[in-house]
């Protein structure tokens, strides 16, 4: 079934940007021969985070998405893949709108660690960089009744899409794979709750590894732990992100929607967190970068929340997150009918400028595309001053380069002078 066409649409749907972000909004119908078992494409799964379960596609201009397939609202989209001998492309209400690119399940997916567990349900790729979800479920699904955030779907993938224990040699054993077979360049970890704030103490022992054998990147994404100085011990040994989830920046919504991080942190406490280790980013370096992220998720509250949160963590030096709510199956929120990626349109061009008008250092790591959230500066394609912003842009690109160029010297020689495994 095909909906009508999008007449209110702002952009067309052959802007990428755009089509990333209304792809996310009404998923896409697969045609003959397009299920990741008929291209060796990536398993549609539910990811670590608990926010997507699609099908993985590159867009034009080297934006990757995760495409809702299985969820309801999906089977009335506008869009369908289409696949032609090998290749494949994006119609839009039956017309031709961009060729796409699916990428190919890695290898080291089949592959087992020493202890048995095979590759994929320890790490997986989200789009170009590797996430691990390293223990537990969130505590938050244990209790009774469980207090987990309404949206979320990460309680629902232990035994089935992801190993329930990974020690530290299993996740380095999945890192060091990833980096030699996907060629990666970043480690993001995530965590749920945990009762006694241990989740920095389980991670702390697997940054230490990463960093000391390899030259990769890494983020943190954890609940805020109580004492900040915590902080800075992860910026010591190397981590080069942090990210808080606070989802809501409305209050009365953050209650209703995240019960659990209500009670157990309040929405005050996270906010404190993300604007400390904004504060920490002046003893970054080029070789030991610093970034802090706070994470909200567009769709579930006005869109002017959502923008005053970017406004808000753009002032105090940390890089919005913003992802877009998804409907999945199983969850709390799974009939809640998807955003309007019109109504989001205004809160993704301000992400971008926002970014901008602060210098802050968005889209510099290299080969880090991100499939579950348009990236701060792939909203450049959304943007309503792209003339003003012209020069900003174009220095940010450099650097870009520039950063890319020392990363991949160091890896080089890192490479040259490393014994192989």
């Not at 209304?22 to 494409?41: A, M, S, V």
């Not at 993300?274 to 080029?286: D, I, N, P, Q, R």
Request: with cysteine.
């Amino acid at each position: 079934m095909k909906s009508s066409p999008d007449s209110a649409a702002p952009f067309p749907p052959t802007n990428p940007a755009w089509l990333k972000l209304d792809l996310y909004c009404k998923g896409i119908r697969l045609t003959e021969g397009c299920l990741p078992q008929d291209t060796h494409g990536r398993p549609i799964l539910r990811t670590r985070a608990g926010l997507g379960s699609g099908i993985e596609l590159i867009l034009p201009e080297e934006l990757w998405t995760n495409v809702p397939v299985t969820e309801p609202f999906a089977k009335d989209s506008p869009y369908e893949l289409v696949r032609r001998r090998e290749e494949f492309f994006v119609t839009h209400n039956g017309n031709h709108c961009v060729d796409v690119r699916i990428p190919e399940r890695p290898q080291w997916y089949d592959k087992t660690t020493r202890s048995g567990k095979r590759m994929d349900r320890v790490g997986t790729l989200q789009g170009t960089y590797l996430a691990i979800y390293p223990a537990a479920v969130c505590d938050y699904w244990r209790e009774s009744p469980k207090a987990n955030c309404r949206f979320c779907s990460v309680g629902l993938n232990l035994g089935h899409d992801d190993a329930e224990e990974k020690t530290v040699e299993d996740v380095l054993e999945v890192v060091h794979a990833a980096r030699a077979e996907s060629g990666i360049t970043y480690v993001d970890f995530n965590t749920g709750h945990y009762v006694g704030e241990t989740y920095l103490d389980i991670l702390e022992p697997m940054i230490t590894r990463i960093k000391r054998e390899t030259d990769l990147l890494v983020g943190v994404q954890t609940p805020p732990h109580h004492d900040l100085s915590r902080y800075d011990r992860l910026q010591a040994m190397g981590a080069n992100r942090v990210s808080f989830c606070f989802e809501l920046f409305d209050q009365a919504t953050f209650e209703r929607v995240c019960p659990g991080k209500n009670r157990e942190y309040g929405l005050d406490r996270y906010l404190r967190a993300v604007e400390y280790c904004a504060g920490l980013s002046k003893k970054g370096t080029w070789k030991q970068p610093w970034l802090a992220n706070g994470e909200i998720i567009a769709g579930l509250e006005p869109p002017e929340a959502s923008i005053r949160a970017i406004d808000w963590m753009t002032s105090i030096g940390a890089v919005p997150t913003v992802c877009v709510f998804r409907p999945l199956q199983g969850t709390d929120m799974a009939d809640e009918p998807p955003p309007k990626a019109e109504e989001l349109a205004p809160v993704f061009q301000r992400l971008y400028e926002a970014c901008m008008e602060r210098n802050l250092p968005i889209g510099l790591a290299p080969n880090i595309h991100v499939s579950l959230v348009l990236l701060p500066d792939e909203c450049r394609f959304l943007s309503s001053r792209p003339g003003s912003l012209a020069r900003k842009e174009k220095l940010r690109q450099w650097k870009a380069s520039a950063f890319a160029a020392q990363f991949y010297a160091r890896r080089k020689w890192r490479d040259r002078h490393t014994p192989p495994r």
